[in-house]
């Protein structure tokens, strides 16, 4: 994606160290940062400096090139492998990646394990590419098009699973305008699909995540679209907390509700749902938020009743029933009808 008219993807590695884009920083400022060791890269996992599942995967996939790149054995190696995989449970690319890499560099050495790194982040960005080519069609001129968290560029490391038809029917001429749930807490809808949707001259509107019902209820919702962070093999997802509360509302009302789902996120491993752990997150994230003063500092207030506590699922699961279509790189199937790996 083009910032200030230059190309960044959301992490890429150079040399022995991975970079990213702050994602803990935007929309208020756009900053680089450098994680030169594979401890700092997977404390970047784990505090979401670096998120969305694609991002984590490739992010992971890098830290663990940099594992072995640091040349210190093979013990070194599997520890660095417990290190990464302990950062976020949810998202199946982070262990895909990490994986695919600590194999490829025990074969093969820390330069094959960069490559290896290096090729899942670009097939990361194909896959976005080939699901923008299969959902873009769903996506009628006119339409309406709710989505949730951030299922884009910052998520996908480039174009973005569910951004990625928005942005061909775009450019076909297309008119579309995007509904974005703020997702508390983190609100990575208001902050950063907001951010990228406006680079990328998209209309939208910013919605609270208590609105889509009375949207859908006044026939102002024609699609939802979500990504994803793990599908089990039944088709049940895990996603963005909320995304539930999403599918059950767009079936009462008759929604199409699709789910942008990369190979990476597959786990054939998970017969269902019931199998895929949930990140429990801090409780601060609910208890206080950050934002822009009118004098243009960022600041962090609380904002729950002092000495009250809260939970903080990060994810939710969305029974398969719920589904209208998982759209992958091969075209839209029936939720559990995907394909397999060969
Ligand atoms: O906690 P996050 O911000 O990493 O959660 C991200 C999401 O839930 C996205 O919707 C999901 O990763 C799909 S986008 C590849």
Redesign the pocket.
Known sequence: MNVAGKHYRAVWLDGPQVWMIDQNRLPFYFEIRNAPTHVETARCIRE?TV????V?GAAGGFGMAQAFLEDEGREHVDRARETLEST?PT?QTLYYAVRRVHRRGVEAGPEAAAREAQAIADEEIGFCREIGRHAEPLIRDGMKILT????GWL??VDYG??TAPIYRAKERGKKVFVWVSETRP?A?GGRLTAWELRNEGVPHAVISDTVPASLMARGEVDVVM????RVAANGDVA??VGTLDLAILAKEFGIPFYVAAPPSAMDFNCPSGEGIPIEERPQDEILYQAGLTDEGRVERIRVVSPGSGAFNP??DMTPARYITGIITPEGVFKPGDFPRPR
């Open positions: 979401m998120r969305g599942a694609g984590i976020r998202a949730h968290c951030n299922a998520a996908s699973s569910v983190r990575q979500v990504g994803c962070d996603n963005k990060a994810f």
